[in-house]
């Protein structure tokens, strides 16, 4: 069963930038994936989202600052985060899309803040 390992999450000032990886144990190359994100007494949200064909869409909140991609010869999907706002705190997570829950993984967290 593949399993998702996120990264590249930390602590950054307001309009910085950080680029969070998922990576695939195995091929993923057939499944549509997407980036979520859950910070504190708030509900998991779809972040991003990339299809088989490349198909993208982006949340509101992040349209115009943030980009995903995926390299499927690496069984990776970025997030390239730019602008970042305190508003974007929050552990985020890769996962198929729709997302299954026996892939949620540990997460990465992103903080932002001065």
């Known amino acids: 069963q593949v399993q998702l390992v996120e990264s590249g999450g930390g602590l950054v000032q307001p309009g910085g930038s950080l680029r969070l990886s998922c990576a695939a144990s195995?091929?993923?190359?057939?499944?549509?994936m997407g980036w979520y994100r859950q910070a504190p007494g708030k509900q998991r949200e779809l972040v991003a989202g990339?299809?088989?064909?490349?198909?993208?869409n982006y949340a509101d909140s992040v349209k115009g600052r943030f980009t995903i991609s995926r390299d499927n010869a690496k069984n990776t999907v970025y997030l390239q985060m730019n602008s970042l706002k305190p508003g974007d705190t929050a552990v985020y997570y890769c996962n198929r899309r729709p997302p299954s829950n026996a892939y949620w993984g540990q997460g990465t967290q992103v903080t932002v803040s001065s």
């Open positions: 195995g091929s993923i190359s057939g499944y549509a």
């Open positions: 990339i299809g088989t064909a490349g198909s993208i």
